[in-house]
């Protein structure tokens, strides 16, 4: 990213079953509706996000011009996230007077429209990747304006760290899984701070 530019943030949750799909199954089976919404940790990750960095406010950071997540199925699109992650956030002081998201999935476009996307897991990075190689060889998107697509973990001090779907875990993983992602949001916007002092 250019010196004194503003990032663009894709937090994403994106399952492997449907990254090249353009048209998902009907009827999945249940554990893939679980992890293909973008309604759990995606949501959470942008709303804390955007809370660390004031996003949208007139104390806005300024090296952060939009943040946003989704999922690759659109089985929930239009729907608000899930009331845990909800609850979660709001015991954070994050509210929807400041945080409102419907779940959307994701597009092609946004490798272009975002200088960082961050996958919650390794696989997921890895299918990710895949994806951005393939529509670079196609023709489809250019090297030069595609976004780094990394681990959102990676930031948070522990080396290659996932962030486990909290679906099953009750308010205990959502609270986990917002542990990490505030974590995770420190460390890339000091690595941006940083990076934009010169000190790389």
């Not at 799909?21 to 709303?47: C, F, K, V």
Request: hydrophobic share 30%.
């Amino acid at each position: 990213m250019p010196a004194g530019a503003k990032a663009r943030l894709c937090a994403l949750r994106l399952p492997r079953q449907h990254l090249y799909d353009d048209h998902p199954i009907s009827n999945p089976p249940p554990y893939t509706r679980l992890i293909q919404h973008n309604t759990g940790r995606s949501p959470m990750a942008e709303g804390v996000f955007r809370h660390i960095t004031n996003h949208t406010r007139s104390n806005a950071h300024p090296m952060i011009s939009s943040i946003d997540s989704c999922g690759t199925a659109a089985y929930h699109a239009g729907e608000p996230p899930d009331p845990r992650t909800l609850s979660v956030l709001k015991s954070h002081n994050i509210t929807s007077s400041f945080y409102k998201h419907q779940a959307r999935k994701f597009r092609n476009s946004d490798f272009k429209d975002f200088d960082y996307i961050f996958p919650m897991d390794v696989a997921n990075e890895e299918d990710l990747l895949s994806l951005r190689r393939r529509l670079i060889k196609k023709g489809e998107l250019k090297e030069e304006e595609a976004g780094e697509v990394m681990l959102f973990g990676v930031w948070g001090g522990k080396g290659k760290e996932e962030v486990d779907d909290p679906y099953y875990g009750g308010n205990k993983g959502f609270e986990i899984a917002y542990e990490q992602v505030e974590r995770f949001s420190n460390g890339f916007v000091k690595m941006l701070e940083e990076r934009g002092q010169g000190k790389n």
